[in-house]
């Protein structure tokens, strides 16, 4: 017969084993003291939110925006040539995008231009429901110079109209294309084009003729109001930039350029031979590099 000691250490043994088994099953199936459907552990862990969805090869483009996306004065004065556009265009200068993108034929077959020339941020959300009726797999946005480049600086679109404006652009499209992708360039440096151009007595004499006045207005003129004036034009587009930015990154869908073409250097060879402000067939082609290399990139610009 076992003593009352043997029982003893034989029921504190049993009691040991006990606790031993429950704590691997509380391990095992990562069970605490805490409320209900809590849990330690790995299973504790949040679910990782959903990356980026972005297609590098998308097959089709719709591009919206302003003169710019035209190519307006890249080929004559004072009209477009969306042949030349840095975002669909054809011509084998250039290689636009789409040409990059999807080929010549394909390019001339699956994109498609819907900006205007003169166009606002406010005109946007029209051109985006324009855009999502052809299905496209990418938009391009370029808009906002024109927000800027009014005929004085007291008449720029204000940034929270121009936020409001983006948001409803996005959103039209979402409502008729929900998958499709977005790239949006930032708003050129308008300061740096009127500091490139207006060496040129030609390309003054066609500013006067009312381009970008808040910017070109008086180019020769350094006197402190007209230098303020400029660098409220200037403080406007970065701030533009930061809607754009900001904006775009909440959609899963949008990828915006990191302020590349704001931060290009155009040089008098980029820029249109009659106005020496609007991007040439040079300066289009170089828009259309910057594009091409942050749409294709495994991740988005900084």
């Not at 948001?167 to 050129?188: F, I, T």
């Not at 990191?258 to 020496?276: E, H, I, M, N």
């Amino acid at each position: 017969m076992q003593d009352r000691s043997d029982r003893r250490r034989s029921r504190t043994s049993a009691a040991v084993l006990a606790a031993v088994s429950v704590l691997g099953t509380a391990v095992l199936t990562g069970c605490d003291s805490g409320p209900p459907g809590t849990t330690k552990g790995a299973a504790a862990q949040p679910s990782p939110r959903p990356g980026p969805v972005w297609d590098r090869e998308p097959g089709s483009v719709a591009a919206v925006g302003d003169s710019i996306t035209r190519g307006f004065d890249a080929c004559s004065v004072l009209a477009d040539c969306p042949e030349v556009s840095w975002a669909t265009g054809t011509d084998s200068g250039v290689r636009s995008l789409a040409v990059r993108l999807l080929g010549a034929s394909g390019a001339a077959s699956r994109s498609w231009n819907h900006a205007e020339t003169g166009a606002r941020i406010a005109q946007l959300p029209e051109q985006m429901a324009s855009a999502a009726k052809e299905k496209p797999d990418l938009v391009t946005v370029m808009i906002g110079a024109n927000d800027a480049c009014r005929d004085s600086a007291r008449y720029m679109t204000p940034v929270a109209d121009f936020r409001s404006s983006f948001e409803a652009s996005m959103r039209q499209l979402r409502a008729g294309a929900p998958k499709a992708q977005v790239y949006v360039s930032s708003v050129p440096d308008l300061k740096r084009l009127w500091e490139t151009g207006r060496g040129n007595p030609l390309g003054k004499q066609i500013w006067k003729l009312g381009i970008c006045q808040s910017m070109l207005g008086d180019a020769d003129d350094m006197r402190a109001p007209a230098m303020a004036r400029r660098a409220s034009v200037q403080e406007r587009v970065v701030a533009y930039n930061k809607v754009l930015r900001e904006v775009c990154a909440k959609d899963l869908r949008c990828r915006y350029d990191g302020g590349a073409v704001f931060d290009y250097p155009f040089t008098g060879k980029q820029l249109s031979q009659w106005d020496w402000f609007h991007p040439g067939r040079d300066g289009q082609a170089r828009l259309a590099e910057i594009a091409y290399r942050n749409v294709t990139a495994a991740r988005p610009p900084a």
